[in-house]
C-alpha cells in the first residue's frame, strides 16, 4: 500500500495533507525519515510513525451504537442527519455503513462496520440471525396476540411473516413487550402489530444475534465491539 495511501485511511489527512506532513519528517517507517508518499509500505509488518506515534493499522473496524430516535440509518443525506455523522472523524475515515436499518423513530443497537462479508452474514435471510425488540403498544397485548405471532401473522401487503416470539411485559391500555424476530422487513414490527389492530409507540432494538444494547450508552453514542463480542458474531454465523 502506498504510504500517502494508507495515512490517509488512518485519519491522519487528505491526501494533500499528507504530502505537506511528509515533506516535514514527521513520517517513519522501520526507524527512517520517508518524504515520498508513493513508497510501497506492508503495513502489518511494518513501523509506521507520525510524529513519533505509532500508526495502528487496521483494515475494518466494528462500531456498537445507540441509535436516537430523528437520525436516519444510511451513510449519507442531503437533508438528514445520519447515523454517521454521529461519528468522530477518525472512524468516519474507514467509510462504515450501517449493519440493516432502524426506522428514522426507532432507538436502540446499531452496528456500524466496513466489512462487507460480516454484514452479508448477519443480514442473510438464510442466517435467521435473531433480533429482540423492546415496544410499548397502544392497547392491551393478549395471549391470542402470542399465538399469533408464534404462528406468524399476515402483513398489509400479503406477506405472512416467519414466526415471532413475543413476550408481554405487562397488558394495559398502554402495554410493554419484547419482540424477538428473525426477518426485516420495511416498518416490521409496527406492521404486525398493526395486524392484530394494535400501535406501536415506541420502539428499541436490544439485541442481535448474540450482541446486546450496551446500557452504558446514551442515546447517539458507540464503542467499537470487544475482541468477544465480535468472536461471539461471527462464530455464530
Same mark, same amino acid.
Given at each position: 500500500?502506498?504510504?500517502?495511501?494508507?495515512?490517509?485511511?488512518?485519519?491522519?489527512?487528505?491526501?494533500?495533507?499528507?504530502?505537506?506532513?511528509?515533506?516535514?519528517?514527521?513520517?517513519?517507517?522501520?526507524?527512517?525519515?520517508?518524504?515520498?508518499?508513493?513508497?510501497?509500505?506492508?503495513?502489518?509488518?511494518?513501523?509506521?510513525?507520525?510524529?513519533?506515534?505509532?500508526?495502528?493499522?487496521?483494515?475494518?473496524?466494528?462500531?456498537?451504537?445507540?441509535?436516537?430516535?430523528?437520525?436516519?440509518?444510511?451513510?449519507?443525506?442531503?437533508?438528514?442527519?445520519?447515523?454517521?455523522?454521529?461519528?468522530?472523524? $477518525?472512524?468516519?475515515?474507514? *467509510? /462504515?455503513?450501517?449493519?440493516?436499518? !432502524?426506522?428514522? @423513530?426507532?432507538?436502540?443497537?446499531?452496528? %456500524? =462496520?466496513?466489512?462487507?462479508?460480516?454484514?452479508?452474514?448477519?443480514?442473510?435471510?438464510?442466517?435467521?440471525?435473531?433480533?429482540?425488540?423492546?415496544?410499548?403498544?397502544?392497547?392491551?397485548?393478549?395471549?391470542?396476540?402470542?399465538?399469533?405471532?408464534?404462528?406468524?401473522?399476515?402483513?398489509? $401487503?400479503?406477506?405472512?411473516? *416467519? /414466526?415471532?416470539?413475543?413476550?408481554? !411485559?405487562?397488558? @394495559?391500555?398502554?402495554?410493554?413487550?419484547? %419482540? =424477538?424476530?428473525?426477518?426485516?422487513?420495511?416498518?416490521?414490527?409496527?406492521?404486525?402489530?398493526?395486524?392484530?389492530?394494535?400501535?406501536?409507540?415506541?420502539?428499541?432494538?436490544?439485541?442481535?444475534?448474540?450482541?446486546?444494547?450496551?446500557?452504558?450508552?446514551?442515546?447517539?453514542?458507540?464503542?467499537?465491539?470487544?475482541?468477544?463480542?465480535?468472536?461471539?458474531?461471527?462464530?455464530?454465523?
Amino acid at each position: 500500500m502506498r504510504l500517502d495511501k494508507l495515512l490517509a485511511n488512518m485519519g491522519y489527512g487528505s491526501r494533500k495533507e499528507m504530502k505537506k506532513l511528509l515533506r516535514s519528517g514527521a513520517v517513519t517507517v522501520n526507524g527512517s525519515t520517508v518524504k515520498d508518499g508513493k513508497t510501497q509500505v506492508v503495513p502489518e509488518n511494518e513501523d509506521v510513525f507520525v510524529l513519533g506515534e505509532k500508526v495502528e493499522y487496521r483494515d475494518f473496524i466494528y462500531l456498537l451504537m445507540n441509535k436516537p430516535q430523528g437520525i436516519i440509518s444510511a451513510t449519507e443525506d442531503r437533508l438528514l442527519e445520519t447515523v454517521i455523522d454521529l461519528l468522530a472523524p $477518525d472512524y468516519q475515515v474507514f *467509510k /462504515p455503513f450501517p449493519v440493516g436499518r !432502524l426506522d428514522k @423513530d426507532t432507538e436502540g443497537l446499531l452496528v %456500524l =462496520t466496513n466489512d462487507g462479508q460480516l454484514a452479508h452474514e448477519l443480514l442473510s435471510p438464510k442466517k435467521h440471525v435473531p433480533k429482540t425488540y423492546f415496544a410499548r403498544i397502544s392497547g392491551v397485548v393478549t395471549d391470542e396476540d402470542r399465538a399469533a405471532f408464534k404462528k406468524g401473522v399476515t402483513l398489509d $401487503d400479503g406477506y405472512e411473516t *416467519k /414466526p415471532g416470539e413475543l413476550v408481554i !411485559l405487562s397488558s @394495559d391500555e398502554i402495554s410493554e413487550i419484547e %419482540l =424477538t424476530i428473525t426477518e426485516g422487513k420495511f416498518h416490521q414490527v409496527k406492521r404486525m402489530f398493526e395486524a392484530v389492530g394494535k400501535e406501536v409507540t415506541y420502539l428499541k432494538r436490544i439485541s442481535m444475534g448474540s450482541l446486546l444494547l450496551d446500557p452504558a450508552l446514551s442515546l447517539g453514542e458507540y464503542r467499537e465491539l470487544t475482541e468477544e463480542e465480535l468472536a461471539a458474531l461471527t462464530k455464530a454465523q
